[in-house]
């Protein structure tokens, strides 16, 4: 079976970073949950601006590579993969404005719209299927994250608690037929049984379509937050496991674990279940916040540039979607450090 | 403000939904819940396991408190005679060579809990308690057959044998040395338990077995 490396990773984080004040000295912010680990505000997060696109972001992140790799390499991949949290346009993805931006004709364009926090573990999936099945020799696999800036501050929104956590930001993956920075194995789970169980608040109940004053908001149905956290809880450390068992490591052999980081509580309780010590399970919570699916290669690119992955590091890279309705890992040795 | 609510105000860091709130409340169990504990944090203070019987509660209450059982269930309790003392037995614990154990049940039929006080070596201070509760499953899961709890606590003495003198040798181990593996142990016997009423009960055999030792009770 054809190797494939994800070779490279890039990010970009938009405007200047954007301090917790601007929730909590909010007229009106709530402040009772402040205090909880699970609620504790990150100092610091970045938002998009009001102009800025997932196309934007994403074209801003895949610089780097272009810089690192050469424009016609990038220019040239046969795979795009695109996951987008806010997505600009209701009935399209950024996939084909992408191609469009940085000038790719990809074979494979794919707006992947599942998977969530995730997707990036799951893009990866789907890139190494493509590229050991098809012709196919590179792959870019893109994660733009916009609502925080969007969703979150809302005039109504912004006074809640939960409004402080997410952050905006973008991370890129570069994928290719290679050995050189190998994907040792993927483990994925579809959960339907979770599906539906995070939704699109409104208090008034209109389409989030329809005109009216209400502002959307991101909520749960019957699965209460106390649910998502048992789940949470229990989802991630199963598939790293179960990723480790496969490929014959014990997860205490994980180098640099790396997860999406929807606030403490979780990623506190992700290294204990899998005996990690702190200082390899890296993140960025406290400077960006919830990055959602950008978490995952935008916390590995800031990793790989301070030196906390290392060249031969056992990699894992892992997390849940929305309320448990996906989780995925993926180990890589990784040798892309930067020359 | 009511008097009791008053007197409330006076007790340091208690949480109740008049001072949290509901959202905080969450918060706070939140921040509590692990996806893990260290083997200490469950069993290092207190050892409490529980196990579902297919056996009906009456019948497994009524086995659990006749003190003969422990040699049919438990791993090392076997030999068990009658002391001096009313309601005091004493037998091996097989655990350790020539180590006597001393046992007094205590049964409360209504609730139908089988404390078993018992310690090595002397019977005078029976400090080493076994707390079992038999619960009608109908009530807690809805379905036929007991619920079994046992709950063990560190009394000191599990750390410092308060008589190592009445040791048969001075090298033999003593019980809170095993401390560690009583979730182990306990489970072990707790499935021994299972197995012998769910065994009898499905077989329409008497539950319970005669004495090795005919005893006036």
Same mark, same amino acid.
């Given at each position: ?289 919830? /990055?959602? &699916?950008? !978490? ?6 800031? %990793? #790989?540039?301070? @030196?906390?992955?290392?060249?031969? $590091?056992?990699?894992? /890279?892992? &997390?849940? !979607? ?6 995925? %890992? #993926?180990?890589? @040795?990784?040798?892309?450090?930067? $020359? | ?217």
């Amino acid at each position: 079976m054809t190797t494939v490396s994800l070779t490279d990773v890039a990010s970009y984080l938009p405007g200047e970073p954007v301090p917790a004040e601007f929730y909590t000295d909010f007229p009106g912010a709530e402040d009772k949950l402040r205090n909880h680990p699970m609620f504790r505000v990150p100092p610091l997060r970045h938002h998009v601006a009001r102009d800025e696109t997932n196309a934007d972001m994403v074209e801003r992140a895949v610089q780097p590579l272009i810089d690192r790799h050469g424009g016609e390499e990038i220019r040239g991949v046969d795979v795009l993969l695109v996951h987008s949290q806010l997505p600009d346009l209701p009935f399209v993805g950024a996939g084909t404005e992408v191609a469009r931006r940085l000038g790719l004709n990809p074979e494979w364009l794919i707006d992947v719209a599942n998977a969530g926090c995730a997707s990036f573990v799951y893009m990866l999936k789907l890139a190494r299927q493509i590229l050991t099945s098809t012709d196919a020799k590179t792959a870019l696999i893109c994660n733009a994250q916009s609502a925080a800036g969007q969703w979150f501050t809302q005039s109504e929104v912004r006074k809640l608690a939960q409004a402080a956590i997410p952050g905006d930001g973008c991370g890129v993956g570069y994928v290719t037929t290679s050995a050189h920075s190998p994907v040792l194995d993927v483990e994925t789970r579809h959960i339907g049984a979770y599906a539906g169980d995070m939704t699109v608040a409104v208090d008034d109940g209109r389409k989030y379509w329809e005109p009216g004053d209400s502002q959307l908001r991101i909520g749960f149905t019957d699965a209460s937050v106390a649910k998502v956290l048992a789940r949470g809880n229990r989802l991630v450390p199963e598939v790293v496991t179960e990723l480790c068992r496969r490929i014959g490591v014990a997860s205490t052999d994980i180098d640099a674990l790396i997860t999406n980081q929807p606030n403490r509580t979780f990623l506190r309780n992700w290294r204990e279940a899998l005996q990690l010590p702190a200082e390899r399970h890296l993140h960025t919570f406290d400077a960006y916040g919830n /990055l959602f &699916g950008a !978490a995952i290669p935008v916390t590995l690119d800031s %990793a #790989v540039s301070s @030196r906390q992955v290392k060249d031969g $590091d056992l990699l894992v /890279l892992g &997390g849940f !979607a929305h309320a448990g309705d996906f989780a995925g %890992a #993926v180990a890589v @040795r990784w040798h892309g450090g930067r $020359d | 403000m009511s008097e009791e609510s008053s007197r409330l105000a006076d007790v340091p860091g208690l949480v109740r939904i008049e001072n949290a709130g509901k959202e905080e409340l969450t918060a706070h169990c939140m921040e509590l819940t692990h996806a893990v504990y260290p083997h200490d944090q469950v069993y290092g203070q207190y050892c409490t396991i529980h196990e579902y019987v297919d056996c009906p509660p009456e019948q497994a209450y009524d086995y659990l408190r006749r003190g003969h059982h422990l040699e049919e269930w438990t791993c090392s309790l076997r030999d068990f005679a009658p002391t001096g003392t009313p309601g005091l037995w004493v037998g091996h614990d097989r655990l350790e060579d020539d180590t006597r154990i001393y046992c007094k049940v205590v049964a409360n039929p209504e609730a139908m809990t089988v404390d078993f006080h018992c310690s090595w070596d002397q019977g005078e201070h029976l400090w080493m308690i076994y707390l079992m509760r038999v619960v009608p499953a109908q009530l807690v899961l809805d379905k036929p057959g007991s619920v079994i709890t046992w709950t063990n606590c560190r009394h000191p003495y599990y750390d410092d044998n308060p008589h190592p003198g009445l040791a048969p040798r001075p090298d033999r181990p003593w019980v809170g040395d095993y401390w560690d593996l009583f979730y182990a142990g306990h489970t072990v016997e707790m499935r021994n338990l299972k197995a012998i009423l769910e065994h009898r009960h499905h077989n329409g055999l008497e539950v319970g077995s005669a004495p090795a030792r005919a005893v006036a009770q």
